[in-house]
Structure formats: structure tokens, C-alpha cells
């Protein structure tokens, strides 16, 4: 049992009595219960939404603003399934594994078209077989379940090898979520439904790659089947079609799929190598929760003024800075505030003295933050570009005020603006945001070139403050923490990319393949009448850019629909960019060129007796 938080897990269990986990204004408890009988989910959650009103209107609390407790009166209850658990998981990850459950729908969608024109190639050359059944007696419908069977056997063995293979993968998906700061659990046994999904697909998969090749072979004329052996194929391209609209389906979804790998890769690189206006390398993130070393609350800011000169005393410590919330990785405390006659939502954090030089975010205006904004002096505010746009209209912000509106425990106050920073990406990495709400735990941020320094700073707090509880990290590495699902989707899409490619390159090689084959007479003759080497190359490569340009064009228009489903996902790219588009396009014509090349250079060397001698 992991709990029923889906992908945590827990060590220790504590009753539920905690003042701080029991306050009204907390609101990540979850209460779990049974069901009476002959209540389901859907009554249960009627009836909870039917009382939810009264709720809400009797435990509503003062204090908050107006839009605060209107929107809070508006909340209502529902009943979930206790097997799906309460998922974090799920909220970060929902959207990313539908698109890779699509993904791999079209990637299966590939290997079934391979399979097929493998099936019409293979159902082709027993023409003859099929019709001297026939022409003895044979049903049609006792070929066509023989016909069957051996598919469903082909069947039968990837679906089992498909189970084991995903049973073992599945297992590394799951800890490519797992990072430095925290491990993913997850229970991917292979249960009853995991197997009744795969037998579902298994029986859909094979009547998709068989019904056509099986029909085809028992729909054979005897007569004409048995004339046609050994008259060559110098007609008759109709043949074909089957097999070139295949290819055409693999090259168009390869292009969707190479597309969205090409995305997804180039929108990671993008955050990763994306400028927040702030320091990232030589940063050391300590986390120290006063309330777990049993600090009094009246000596948490005390307390952090002795451990910045701790730490800013240890040699290799450039600078040293607390805040209240860890850059980058989404945390703040939102706040509605009011300037002049501005409404409007802004995002804090409090920092200590010298924590944007330690960050290296440089001061454009005004002073930065000095040992006498205390909070019995004016409360005094650094604001950013953002906010001096959208609520001063561009004015000189220096010397103006801000007030916000009242909550629970943090009553109206008014700040004087004293300094303007440039917009950092202090949220996250994708979105602009402003910089107080002291608590019981804050995070330390550490400028320091050299490792050993770091070492000295455990030091020097475990010998000076013992009871203190730290955690170090580093804020490199946490950022790349905070990009788990980005590269997921890179590392995953790519992958699925260029199996689709290869997938298409097998059977693009495999049609052409048979198409030269099946008209080795019509080639014989062509170069017995003198066609050169280099125009039998070109006319097999002709038929293959032929396909590649119609899927192609067929590829561009579904990669421009189905970039709109993962728009979301992407950063610092439009769904729809043509230098994507263009990249992937020039991969699959090379891909078309290798796979057409040897079928067409073996064509050209062909001896025309000999093929004119063939069957």
C-alpha cells in the first residue's frame, strides 16, 4: 500500500491532529470513506454537490476579500473512486501521456501497414497456389480461415512478446519520472485489464493487416490466375495500388510523428537553454524548516540573519540570500493588490538583503533591500518591468505605493515601491511574474565557485546550530527536476519518431522491392531495347518520389492539425513552424532515397536475357 496519493509513498504514519494540517484555511486534506449500499459514485457525488452550498456558506471565513470568499462559496464536493487515488501525477502528466498514447496509436498504425503489404505481397505470389486449390475444390471460406490462422499465429507472438517487453519498459518509464529531489511510485503490474486491452488490440491489429491480403487471395479467378503465371507484369500497375497507398499512409503519419519529435526535442532544448534574467551555475539551495527544529516562531527572522553571516563568513561563499519561495520552480504567494485606481493579482516572495546580487539580477532603479527594512519600518516593495507596464502604465514607479487586500492572517498592508528589477521567469520557466510572507521554513541561496565551500557551510551550521534541519541541492539540478515531463516528451517522441522512419524505410525498401520484382519482364525489355542503367534507376526512384511527395503533402496537412493538440506542451515554438516541417520533410526523402536506391540499382543490373527468360 502506497497511499492514496498515486506516485508518492510514505515511511511514517501520524494521526491527523495537527494544528497546521486542521486550519480552515488549508485545504489539501482528502476524507476517505465506504459507500453505503446501493449508493454509487454518481449518487454520492448528486448529493454531496446538493449540500455543498450550505457548506461552504456555514465554514466560510472572514478576513479574505470579497472575491476570495465568493469564489470560495462556490466550491463544491464530489465523490471519486479510491482505486484512482488523489494524483499529482496525473494533473502534471495527463495531457503529455494522451498525446504519447496517440503517438504510439500511429506508430502501431505503421507496423500494421508493413505488415500489410507484407500480407499482399506474400497473398500475390500464391496466386497460383490459391487457384490450383481452387480449381481441385477448395471453399473459399477454408482458405481464407487458413489464410487467417497463420496471420493470427504472426499475431499472436508479437502481442505475447509486446506484454513482456512492456512489462519491463513500463517499469523504466516510471523511474525516468523519479529526480534528485524526489522518487515516483507507481504499481504497473500486468493485471486482467492490461491483458484484455492487448488481446482487444491484438484481434484489431490483425483484422486491420489480414482483411484485405486474405480477400484479395481468395477473391483469384482460377482461370485467369493459372494464365497469368509466366506472362509478366508489363501492364497492369493497378496491381499495386494497394501497396503504394500503404507507403503513402506510412510516409504521411511518419511526417506527423517526425514532426512532433523534432517539436518536442527542439522546445527542451529551448527551456534549457532559455535566459530566466537570473544566476543558475554555482547556486546551492538549502532548505531549512524551523518549525521541524522546534524553532520559536518570534525567532525565525532573527535566525536567518545569524545563518547568512554564518554562511557569508565560510571562504569560496560569494554571496548568500534567503527567500521564502525557491525561484523557478513554481512558488509564490498571490496576493490582490490595488495601486492608485489599478485592481489587480500580482505574485510575492520575500528575500533578505543582497539576494538579487547573489542571483546576479541587477538593479535598474532605485535601492535594492538593506538591514533597515525591518517590519517595524515602512514595508517597502522591488518591482519588475511587468509590473511597472501593467500598473503604472509605464510611469516612474519609485516612491508610489501598493496595497493588498486582507486575507486570514496577513491583514492590509501598503508597500513602498523602492526599486525596479528586470522580468524574470521567477515562477517557472514559462511565465513572467513579480516578487511577504514569512514562514516556517525558508530556502537559503548560496553564490559559490568551489565545491569545497559548500562542504564548509554543512560544517560550520552543524556545529553552530545543530538542531537545524537542512537540505542541500543544487539549483541546476533542481531546474532539470522541474523539466521531467519536457524531456519525456523529447526523449520519447524522438525515439517513436525515428522508429516510425525506419518502419517506412523497411517498407518503402519492401515495395520497391516487389515492384521491381514483379516486373522484371517489362524492365528486361526496356533495356533490351536499349534502355540505359541510369534510366531504369530513374524510373524506379520516379515511382517512389511519387509516393513520397503525395504522403508528404498528406503529412503536412495532419501535422498542422495535430500540432494544435500538443501546442500546449511546446515553448518558444508554434505548433505550425516551418522549419520543423521543412527538417523533417528533407529526413524522410533521404530516408526514400536510401530505401528506393538498392531495389532501383539491382533493376538496372539486371541481364535482359534473363529476365526475358524469367518464369
Given at each position: 500500500?502506497?497511499?492514496?496519493?498515486?506516485?508518492?509513498?510514505?515511511?511514517?504514519?501520524?494521526?491527523?491532529?495537527?494544528?497546521?494540517?486542521?486550519?480552515?484555511?488549508?485545504?489539501?486534506?482528502?476524507?476517505?470513506?465506504?459507500?453505503?449500499?446501493g449508493w454509487t459514485l454518481k449518487s454520492a457525488s448528486a448529493w454531496l454537490d446538493a449540500i455543498s452550498p450550505g457548506i461552504f456558506e456555514a465554514t466560510a471565513l472572514t478576513g479574505y476579500s470579497t472575491e476570495t470568499i465568493e469564489t470560495y462559496k462556490r466550491f463544491r464536493l464530489a465523490a471519486?473512486?479510491?482505486?484512482?487515488?488523489?494524483?499529482?501525477?496525473?494533473?502534471?502528466?495527463?495531457?503529455?501521456?494522451?498525446?504519447?498514447?496517440?503517438?504510439?496509436?500511429?506508430?502501431?498504425?505503421?507496423?500494421?501497414?508493413?505488415?500489410?503489404?507484407?500480407?499482399?505481397?506474400?497473398?500475390?505470389?500464391?496466386?497460383?497456389?490459391?487457384?490450383?486449390?481452387?480449381?481441385?475444390?477448395?471453399?473459399?471460406?477454408?482458405?481464407?480461415?487458413?489464410?487467417?490462422?497463420?496471420?493470427a499465429l504472426l499475431v499472436a507472438i508479437g502481442t505475447a512478446l509486446g506484454i513482456y517487453l512492456a512489462q519491463f519498459l513500463s517499469r523504466i518509464l516510471v523511474w525516468s519520472l523519479s529526480t534528485e529531489s524526489g522518487s515516483v511510485h507507481l504499481a504497473v503490474e500486468t493485471d486482467w485489464r492490461?491483458?484484455?486491452?492487448?488481446?482487444?488490440?491484438?484481434?484489431?491489429?490483425?483484422?486491420?493487416?489480414?482483411?484485405?491480403?486474405?480477400?484479395?487471395?481468395?477473391?483469384?479467378?482460377?482461370?485467369?490466375?493459372?494464365?497469368?503465371?509466366?506472362?509478366?507484369?508489363?501492364?497492369?500497375?493497378?496491381?499495386?495500388?494497394?501497396?503504394?497507398?500503404?507507403?503513402?499512409?506510412?510516409?504521411?503519419?511518419?511526417?506527423?510523428?517526425?514532426?512532433?519529435?523534432?517539436?518536442?526535442?527542439?522546445?527542451?532544448?529551448?527551456?534549457?537553454?532559455?535566459?530566466?534574467?537570473?544566476?543558475?551555475?554555482?547556486?546551492?539551495?538549502?532548505?531549512?524548516?524551523?518549525?521541524?527544529?522546534?524553532?520559536?516562531?518570534?525567532?525565525?527572522?532573527?535566525?536567518?540573519?545569524?545563518?547568512?553571516?554564518?554562511?557569508?563568513?565560510?571562504?569560496?561563499?560569494?554571496?548568500?540570500?534567503?527567500?521564502?519561495?525557491?525561484?523557478?520552480?513554481?512558488?509564490?504567494?498571490?496576493?490582490?493588490?490595488?495601486?492608485?485606481?489599478?485592481?489587480?493579482?500580482?505574485?510575492?516572495?520575500?528575500?533578505?538583503?543582497?539576494?538579487?546580487?547573489?542571483?546576479?539580477?541587477?538593479?535598474?532603479?532605485?535601492?535594492?533591500?538593506?538591514?533597515?527594512?525591518?517590519?517595524?519600518?515602512?514595508?517597502?516593495?522591488?518591482?519588475?518591468?511587468?509590473?511597472?507596464?501593467?500598473?503604472?502604465?509605464?510611469?516612474?514607479?519609485?516612491?508610489?505605493?501598493?496595497?493588498?487586500?486582507?486575507?486570514?492572517?496577513?491583514?492590509?498592508?501598503?508597500?513602498?515601491?523602492?526599486?525596479?528589477?528586470?522580468?524574470?521567469?521567477?515562477?517557472?520557466?514559462?511565465?513572467?511574474?513579480?516578487?511577504?510572507?514569512?514562514?516556517?521554513?525558508?530556502?537559503?541561496?548560496?553564490?559559490?565557485?568551489?565545491?569545497?565551500?559548500?562542504?564548509?557551510?554543512?560544517?560550520?551550521?552543524?556545529?553552530?546550530?545543530?538542531?537545524?534541519?537542512?537540505?542541500?541541492?543544487?539549483?541546476?539540478?533542481?531546474?532539470?527536476?522541474?523539466?521531467?515531463?519536457?524531456?519525456?516528451?523529447?526523449?520519447?517522441?524522438?525515439?517513436?519518431?525515428?522508429?516510425?522512419?525506419?518502419?517506412?524505410?523497411?517498407?518503402?525498401?519492401?515495395?520497391?522491392?516487389?515492384?521491381?520484382?514483379?516486373?522484371?519482364?517489362?524492365?528486361?525489355?526496356?533495356?533490351?531495347?536499349?534502355?540505359?542503367?541510369?534510366?531504369?534507376?530513374?524510373?524506379?526512384?520516379?515511382?517512389?518520389?511519387?509516393?513520397?511527395?503525395?504522403?508528404?503533402?498528406?503529412?503536412?496537412?495532419?501535422?498542422?492539425?495535430?500540432?494544435?493538440?500538443?501546442?500546449?506542451?511546446?515553448?518558444?515554438?508554434?505548433?505550425?513552424?516551418?522549419?520543423?516541417?521543412?527538417?523533417?520533410?528533407?529526413?524522410?526523402?533521404?530516408?526514400?532515397?536510401?530505401?528506393?536506391?538498392?531495389?532501383?540499382?539491382?533493376?538496372?543490373?539486371?541481364?535482359?536475357?534473363?529476365?526475358?527468360?524469367?518464369?
Amino acid at each position: 500500500f502506497f497511499g492514496l496519493a498515486v506516485g508518492d509513498d510514505f515511511d511514517i504514519a501520524i494521526p491527523l491532529c495537527q494544528p497546521k494540517e486542521l486550519r480552515r484555511d488549508v485545504f489539501d486534506v482528502a476524507v476517505i470513506g465506504r459507500l453505503r449500499p446501493g449508493w454509487t459514485l454518481k449518487s454520492a457525488s448528486a448529493w454531496l454537490d446538493a449540500i455543498s452550498p450550505g457548506i461552504f456558506e456555514a465554514t466560510a471565513l472572514t478576513g479574505y476579500s470579497t472575491e476570495t470568499i465568493e469564489t470560495y462559496k462556490r466550491f463544491r464536493l464530489a465523490a471519486y473512486a479510491a482505486s484512482d487515488g488523489v494524483s499529482w501525477l496525473r494533473t502534471q502528466y495527463d495531457s503529455s501521456l494522451r498525446l504519447l498514447l496517440a503517438i504510439t496509436a500511429l506508430v502501431l498504425l505503421i507496423a500494421c501497414a508493413n505488415l500489410a503489404n507484407l500480407m499482399l505481397a506474400r497473398a500475390s505470389t500464391r496466386e497460383h497456389e490459391v487457384a490450383v486449390r481452387l480449381a481441385l475444390g477448395a471453399s473459399r471460406g477454408r482458405l481464407l480461415r487458413q489464410l487467417v490462422a497463420e496471420s493470427a499465429l504472426l499475431v499472436a507472438i508479437g502481442t505475447a512478446l509486446g506484454i513482456y517487453l512492456a512489462q519491463f519498459l513500463s517499469r523504466i518509464l516510471v523511474w525516468s519520472l523519479s529526480t534528485e529531489s524526489g522518487s515516483v511510485h507507481l504499481a504497473v503490474e500486468t493485471d486482467w485489464r492490461v491483458l484484455l486491452f492487448a488481446a482487444g488490440l491484438a484481434s484489431l491489429t490483425c483484422a486491420f493487416f489480414v482483411a484485405a491480403p486474405a480477400l484479395r487471395a481468395t477473391s483469384t479467378e482460377p482461370v485467369a490466375a493459372m494464365k497469368s503465371r509466366g506472362r509478366g507484369l508489363t501492364g497492369g500497375r493497378e496491381r499495386f495500388s494497394m501497396q503504394r497507398l500503404m507507403v503513402v499512409t506510412q510516409i504521411a503519419v511518419s511526417l506527423v510523428l517526425l514532426v512532433g519529435a523534432f517539436l518536442f526535442v527542439r522546445s527542451f532544448r529551448n527551456l534549457m537553454t532559455f535566459d530566466p534574467g537570473m544566476r543558475e551555475g554555482g547556486i546551492t539551495v538549502v532548505f531549512i524548516d524551523f518549525e521541524q527544529s522546534h524553532v520559536a516562531p518570534g525567532r525565525y527572522e532573527e535566525l536567518q540573519r545569524e545563518l547568512l553571516d554564518e554562511v557569508r563568513s565560510v571562504p569560496g561563499v560569494l554571496d548568500a540570500a534567503t527567500t521564502t519561495f525557491m525561484p523557478l520552480l513554481g512558488g509564490s504567494w498571490s496576493h490582490f493588490i490595488r495601486v492608485g485606481s489599478v485592481d489587480w493579482w500580482s505574485r510575492f516572495a520575500a528575500v533578505s538583503p543582497g539576494y538579487f546580487q547573489t542571483m546576479g539580477i541587477p538593479l535598474l532603479r532605485g535601492r535594492d533591500f538593506n538591514p533597515n527594512d525591518t517590519a517595524a519600518s515602512q514595508r517597502v516593495a522591488v518591482v519588475n518591468r511587468t509590473f511597472v507596464r501593467q500598473c503604472l502604465g509605464g510611469a516612474d514607479p519609485i516612491g508610489k505605493t501598493l496595497r493588498t487586500k486582507p486575507e486570514p492572517n496577513y491583514p492590509s498592508t501598503v508597500y513602498e515601491i523602492v526599486g525596479v528589477i528586470p522580468d524574470t521567469q521567477y515562477n517557472d520557466l514559462r511565465g513572467a511574474s513579480q516578487y511577504p510572507a514569512p514562514g516556517p521554513s525558508c530556502f537559503m541561496m548560496i553564490h559559490s565557485g568551489l565545491a569545497p565551500a559548500i562542504a564548509g557551510v554543512r560544517h560550520r551550521i552543524a556545529e553552530k546550530h545543530p538542531e537545524i534541519v537542512m537540505e542541500f541541492s543544487d539549483f541546476q539540478a533542481r531546474i532539470r527536476d522541474g523539466l521531467v515531463r519536457e524531456r519525456l516528451m523529447a526523449m520519447l517522441s524522438g525515439f517513436f519518431g525515428l522508429l516510425a522512419a525506419l518502419l517506412t524505410m523497411v517498407g518503402l525498401y519492401g515495395v520497391i522491392s516487389y515492384i521491381v520484382a514483379r516486373r522484371r519482364n517489362e524492365i528486361g525489355i526496356r533495356m533490351a531495347l536499349g534502355a540505359q542503367r541510369g534510366q531504369v534507376v530513374s524510373m524506379v526512384m520516379r515511382e517512389a518520389g511519387r509516393m513520397l511527395v503525395i504522403g508528404i503533402l498528406a503529412g503536412a496537412v495532419l501535422s498542422l492539425v495535430a500540432g494544435r493538440a500538443a501546442s500546449s506542451l511546446l515553448f518558444g515554438l508554434k505548433p505550425y513552424d516551418p522549419l520543423t516541417l521543412a527538417a523533417a520533410g528533407v529526413l524522410l526523402a533521404v530516408i526514400a532515397a536510401l530505401a528506393s536506391f538498392l531495389p532501383a540499382r539491382r533493376a538496372s543490373r539486371l541481364d535482359p536475357l534473363v529476365a526475358l527468360r524469367y518464369e
